[in-house]
């Protein structure tokens, strides 16, 4: 049973797009990444800690498009604009062999991925190649 907690009235004749290759082209996800209230509930993958990050992994998958999302997120608690998160579309079968300590290396090799937070002073931008995680350098 899947029950929408939006109060919004439905379009009743809306057709719904459930290929991802024909919605990916205009969902939102793709320039700002999954968020809510268009994600399900998150399968948390683990920590990740590396180099002390403590990093959360999750697997997210949008709703709109049913992209699924690889995320990554950091935030030293202690610092003042050092939170930051990665996102990245991910198969279900490298989303099913990911672990926490590979996560950040998807992000490395991905084609592309979208990235923000504080640290890096915007709520989403995409992006490639490789991510800072670290307080330092
Ligand atoms: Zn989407």
């Known amino acids: 049973m899947e029950e929408s907690t939006e109060n919004v009235s439905r379009k ?3 057709i719904r797009v459930s290929d991802p290759r024909t919605a ?4 939102r996800c793709l320039e700002a990444g999954p968020r809510a209230p268009d994600i399900d509930t998150p399968r948390y993958i683990g920590v990740d800690e590396t180099e002390g990050r403590f990093a959360d992994v999750t697997l997210e998958r949008c709703t709109r498009c049913e992209c699924l999302w690889l995320r990554y997120q950091v935030e030293y608690e202690a610092f003042a604009k050092s939170g ?6 991910i198969a279900e079968d490298a989303a099913t062999a990911m672990t926490p300590e590979l996560a950040a290396g998807y992000f490395d090799s991905a084609a592309w991925y979208i990235y923000g937070g504080s640290y890096w ?3 989403g931008k995409r992006g490639r190649g490789p991510l800072r995680w670290g307080l330092v350098g």
């Not at 990916?24 to 969902?27: D, G």
């Not at 930051?84 to 579309?89: D, F, L, Q, T």
Request: with cysteine; proline share 12%.
């Open 121 to 123: 002073g915007h709520a």
């Open 84 to 89: 930051r998160w990665a996102a990245a579309p």
């Open 24 to 27: 990916s082209t205009a969902c």
């Open 12 to 14: 009743p004749s809306a």
